[in-house]
């Protein structure tokens, strides 16, 4: 089984870029599963930007800390194969996790958020999984931690190291080069990277974010325009295990 995971879609830059490359890619893979939380405007997912990420080649499509911005989003978590974190509390609007299949094999796709220097409050992430791996039947596991901290997202890797196919990491939006292997054979990259504007601040329009900094006041939040880069991870699954991980990166040409 072959399986694309396309790094945190970042507004109009992302959505394009993913429209120009994932139709050409999307015959190569069993799966696609796209991170699409920040693709309406560079916050939030809406009936839109989830039409268009599913007519580029889009399986699933997965959340993160930005879920609740744009109210549409509900009724797509009822209804399309749309997940928000694992380790919300119960009774939090649709799933966590999804099956999907392909070869006659059952993928199991899990996001959580981590909860090193996140806003959010949200319950332990490793005994949280911990129990879904123990109700559900599935041939392969793909867990991705929405999450700022790298040691966080190793020590999860470690934790589950032999019971997971592979842990991707996505949010901090810089594409990190240290995809692997852990001991007992799961796959790793801490970040998967961003699918959006190069020339910006991890999407954000430069000036905006630069107040921030400079000022430590709120500011405006705009989302950059301009060359985009697709960023994504190829996973190969056979034999019960990830046999190969493949990061990948393309500008858009000047």
């Known amino acids: 089984m072959r399986v694309l995971f396309v790094g945190d879609v970042f507004g109009e830059a992302g959505l394009r870029a993913a429209a120009m490359h994932l139709p050409d890619l999307r015959p190569n893979y069993?799966?696609?599963?796209?991170?699409g939380e920040n693709s309406h405007k560079g916050k939030g997912l809406s009936k839109a930007t989830y039409r268009k990420l599913r007519e580029a080649g889009a399986d699933l499509i997965t959340l993160g800390n930005h879920a609740w911005d744009h109210p549409e989003v509900l009724e797509l978590l009822e209804s399309e194969p749309v997940i928000r974190a694992f380790n919300y509390p119960p009774g939090t609007p649709g799933k966590g996790h999804w099956i999907l299949e392909a070869q006659g094999e059952r993928l199991?796709?899990?996001?959580?958020?981590?909860?090193?220097?996140?806003?959010?409050?949200?319950?332990?992430?490793?005994?949280?999984?911990d129990a879904l791996l123990a109700e559900e039947t599935f041939d392969y596991a793909l867990l991705e931690v929405h999450g700022e901290a790298t040691s966080e997202k190793y020590a999860l890797g470690h934790y589950f190291d032999g019971r997971i196919s592979a842990l991707l990491g996505t949010h901090t939006h810089v594409q990190t080069a240290d995809a692997g292997f852990l001991a007992k054979g799961t796959a790793i990259q801490c970040d998967v990277g961003m699918t959006g504007p190069i020339h910006s601040i991890i999407g954000g329009e430069i000036g905006?974010?630069?107040?921030?900094?400079?000022?430590?006041?709120?500011?405006?939040?705009k989302a950059a325009e301009g060359r985009a880069m697709f960023c994504a991870t190829e996973l190969v699954l056979e034999g019960g295990r990830c046999t190969a991980i493949r990061p990948m990166r393309w500008d858009e040409p000047d």
Do not use: A, C, K
């Not at 981590?114 to 949280?128: C, H, I, K, W």
């Open 30 to 35: 069993d799966l696609v599963i796209v991170n």
């Open 108 to 129: 199991l796709v899990v996001q959580v958020m981590g909860q090193v220097y996140m806003v959010e409050n949200l319950y332990d992430p490793f005994r949280t999984v």
């Open 208 to 221: 905006s974010f630069l107040g921030r900094f400079l000022t430590q006041r709120p500011t405006r939040f």
